[in-house]
């Protein structure tokens, strides 16, 4: 499948499911991750490898909890889809949820860059921690 909107969408079905082993399949081997904010997930991450161990990390560090919907169909522009999702985990006594959107390149139908945006880059910063 080549079509970056088709694949950003079961990419997404794939993570609301949270069946990781078919996330992974979309993740080109070299993808590059930017993962936004001050906290132990931000930077960048290059690989799948690397990528897939991130999402780990949140799935470990919220029990399981991590969940992220999207709230509008992608939107494409040439190899880059946009998507506008909402996210939020809850860890212990704390809970967080926003909005984001989600900027994805797709070439040969998998992702091969990832660029994301939090609508309130403190609190997601706060909830993961250093």
């Given at each position: 499948?080549?079509?970056?909107?088709?694949?950003?969408q079961?990419?997404?079905?794939?993570?609301?499911?949270?069946d990781?082993?078919?996330?992974?399949?979309?993740?080109?081997p070299?993808?590059v991750?930017?993962?936004?904010?001050a906290?132990q997930?931000?930077g960048t991450?290059?690989?799948?490898?690397?990528?897939?161990?991130?999402?780990g990390?949140?799935?470990?560090?919220?029990?399981?909890t991590?969940?992220?919907?999207?709230?509008?169909?992608p939107?494409?522009?040439g190899?880059?889809?946009?998507?506008?999702?909402?996210?939020?985990?809850?860890?212990?006594?704390?809970?967080?949820?926003?909005d984001?959107?989600?900027?994805?390149?797709?070439?040969?139908?998998?992702?091969?860059?990832?660029?994301?945006?939090?609508?309130?880059?403190?609190?997601?910063?706060?909830?993961?921690?250093?």
């Amino acid at each position: 499948m080549t079509d970056p909107v088709a694949v950003a969408q079961q990419y997404f079905d794939a993570l609301m499911a949270k069946d990781f082993a078919k996330v992974g399949s979309f993740l080109a081997p070299d993808i590059v991750w930017h993962q936004p904010g001050a906290n132990q997930f931000s930077g960048t991450q290059e690989g799948a490898d690397a990528v897939n161990a991130m999402i780990g990390g949140m799935m470990a560090a919220s029990a399981g909890t991590f969940e992220l919907e999207l709230i509008a169909p992608p939107m494409l522009n040439g190899d880059l889809v946009a998507a506008a999702i909402r996210f939020g985990a809850r860890r212990d006594e704390v809970e967080m949820t926003m909005d984001g959107v989600d900027l994805l390149r797709v070439a040969h139908g998998q992702i091969v860059e990832v660029w994301l945006f939090s609508g309130d880059q403190k609190a997601e910063d706060d909830f993961w921690g250093a």
